[in-house]
């Protein structure tokens, strides 16, 4: 994975110094689709761009925002209209173990559904699922923009100035770039321990409401 990082950024780095406007173009609709049905992340795309073209990082992190929030209410839409037989394609299994799984994640969803489309925003977590099961349990779109909007603006604007940082240090970009798939899975572990204690709150909560 680390292989194909470096030479996709390598690749970006060269078209981009070249191509600005056309960059934006392709971080835009790569970052749209990967809300809705695409599977891979934009933060290569993003690192690239970011790389070639270090003092431009903010604006790249508000057109991947922006995007990726656009993108997150087409998959909102698609749930709303497809529903939950669309969502199955992106689950493994047979017939009746797609369904318990889309119980289940339904289930949680309706529970915690703005924290699930908050850790889902943050962290390498599909985001397209969760916000496509945002439009199958109809949540209040409201909720859904202001929590996509948070979690996807700390997690590019974070994401793009640590890039800006790595372009302007050799050694710290080699360092990160060897480690990127950790640094994400940290902080994936963060934010669902995060989650694991409000699930745990709840139901100490509810348990006590029963006494």
Not at 44 to 70: C, E, K, Q, R
Request: charged fraction near 20%; charge should be positive.
């Amino acid at each position: 994975m680390s292989n194909f990082i470096s030479n996709f950024n390598e690749k970006a780095l060269v078209f981009s110094q070249n191509n600005v406007l056309s960059g934006f173009i392709i971080l835009f609709v790569w970052t749209f689709a990967e809300s809705s049905f695409f599977p891979i992340p934009p933060d290569f795309v993003m690192w690239g761009l970011v790389h070639a073209n270090p003092d431009l990082w903010y604006i790249y992190a508000s057109v991947v925002t922006l995007a990726s929030v656009t993108g997150a209410l087409f998959g909102y839409f698609i749930g709303d209209k497809a529903g939950r037989p669309f969502l199955k394609k992106f689950l493994k299994g047979t017939p009746e173990e797609k369904d318990e799984k889309l119980s289940k994640v339904e289930t949680l969803f309706r529970d915690y559904e703005n924290m699930a489309i908050l850790i889902a925003a943050l962290t390498p977590i599909p985001y397209k699922v969760f916000t496509i099961m945002g439009g199958i349990i109809e949540m209040p779109i409201k909720g859904f923009v202001f929590w996509s909007i948070i979690g996807r603006g700390l997690r590019f604007f974070l994401g793009a100035y640590l890039f800006n940082v790595i372009a302007k240090n050799d050694n710290l970009g080699v360092y990160i770039k060897s480690n990127i798939e950790l640094i994400f899975i940290a902080i994936g572990i963060v934010f669902l321990i995060g989650f694991c204690i409000q699930i745990y709150m709840k139901k100490k909560k509810e348990k006590n409401s029963k006494l």
